[in-house]
């Protein structure tokens, strides 16, 4: 994986197989609205259940694109911040700021997430893939045992 590139770069589109690959990493490509109203859909304790399950599938497999992203020589932390920033963006995923804040603690930023987007106002924090992503990154960038909480959304006040 060649990281001088943007993500957006290496993208291959493959129209005959009917897929896109980074490297040997396939992605997918769907509208928010349609994956974020599958949630609405759920009955509030299943909607919460299913939000931690999706945080966790994404820590785990984006974890994988983590490990690629470091093999590929985003090692330092403020390397790994960088790839994430310009592949967040090329992905759709918003636009993301990282503030250290002190020994162990950073914070982040996400502007016109899709998952906020797709879910509207809700009165409850939708963004579980983000938290799964950060969640992979979280002891690169600060330590292990760190913890990734969601402490505002769009979808909580119309942000």
């Known amino acids: 994986m060649d990281l001088s590139k943007r ?5 291959r589109h493959d129209v005959d197989e009917g897929q896109m690959r980074d490297g040997s990493i396939r992605y997918l490509m769907m509208r928010p609205d349609a994956l974020m109203g599958m949630f609405a859909r759920l009955e509030p304790d299943i909607r919460a259940k299913a939000h931690v399950a999706l945080a966790a599938s994404v820590a785990e497999f984006g974890g994988r694109s983590i490990a690629a992203y470091r093999t590929s020589g985003a090692v330092s932390p403020d390397a790994l911040m960088q790839t994430i920033v310009e592949t ?4 759709g995923w918003g636009c993301w700021e990282f503030s ?3 020994e162990g603690a950073l ?16 009165g409850e924090a939708v963004c579980a893939p983000i ?8 002891p690169v ?5 760190a913890v990734v909480t969601e402490t505002t959304c769009a979808s909580l006040h119309g942000e």
């Open 7 to 11: 993500f957006s770069e290496r993208l």
């Open 88 to 91: 967040s963006a090329d992905l």
């Open 100 to 102: 250290r804040r002190g």
């Open 107 to 122: 914070t982040v930023e996400v502007r016109n997430s899709p998952f906020a987007d797709g879910a509207g106002l809700t």
């Open 131 to 138: 938290i799964g992503i950060l969640s992979a990154m979280a």
């Open 141 to 145: 960038l600060v330590g292990e045992g």
